[in-house]
């Protein structure tokens, strides 16, 4: 069985923000296809230019040391790597410039080697669903405080979607919390399953309820991706607003 990805992707700057900090980029190469975001921070330009370098500097680690011979492990260690070479280049710039000192971003990514599985993974409060029969799948975990104490069993992941900490990450490109990268899930693709990455300008604003009825409901990735940054606005959000949409599909 022949397997295609069909990607729609949208970037909003929203109503309330007078520069969007998001960056997206798909990346296709000859044998993979590299989709991310991320969703800067750290005040005037610094945080555009965090997100603009993780988009850059992942998908050229990526590039430069995946290879169609290397198991399920060894593509999650490019992966995380990939991941702590764009903080420490990030970390590294925030060091010899004072104006972007406190300059982070949050990332995510879903790579697909052509023909194989989809591997995802995520720093920060940015995330990957996977809409898939109808249901919604969280892939990623978020680090922020509120999650934290989620995990710590203090408060219910209810009450965390209203807590006062849960835009506060501990965790995210910039910080030394990076460490080794993050936890590489992945997933072996079915034909019509659906694929969100996206910053918490949505998220924030749209239910996982609504974005799984909303994906399901659309068949162009385009129209899905650009439709879903609408609702966010319609919905109240006051951040940037961006995402991916990969649908999977089964050529002849």
Known sequence: MALALNIGKCSLLGNYRENNEDSIEV??????IVSIVADGMGGQAAGEIASKR??????????????????????KGVARRA????????????ALDKDMKNMGTTVVMA?????????????GDSRCYLV?????????????????????????????KEHRFKNVLWKYLGS??????????????????RFLLCTDGLTGAVSDEQLASY???????????????????????????????????ETN
């Open 215 to 249: 994906i399901a409901g659309q068949s162009d990735m385009q129209a899905c991706a650009e439709g879903l940054g609408q609702l966010a606005l319609d919905s109240g959000s006051r951040d940037n607003v961006s995402c991916i949409l990969i649908e999977v599909l």
């Open 132 to 160: 898939r029969d109808g249901k919604i799948q969280q892939l990623t975990v978020d680090h922020s405080l509120a999650q934290a104490l989620v995990e710590a069993k203090t408060i219910s992941a209810a009450e965390a």
């Open 176 to 193: 030394k919390e990076v460490g080794d990268g993050p936890e590489v899930p992945v997933i072996q693709v079915q034909p019509g399953d």
């Open 111 to 123: 790579v697909w080697r052509k023909g194989g599985e989809m591997f995802i993974a995520g720093v």
């Open 54 to 75: 993780a988009i850059e500097i992942i998908p050229r680690e990526l590039r430069k040391n995946l290879t169609a011979s290397l198991g399920v492990d060894a593509v």
């Open 83 to 94: 991941i702590v070479q764009a903080n420490e280049e990030i970390m590294a710039m925030g």
């Open 27 to 32: 990346k296709q190469f000859p044998d993979l």
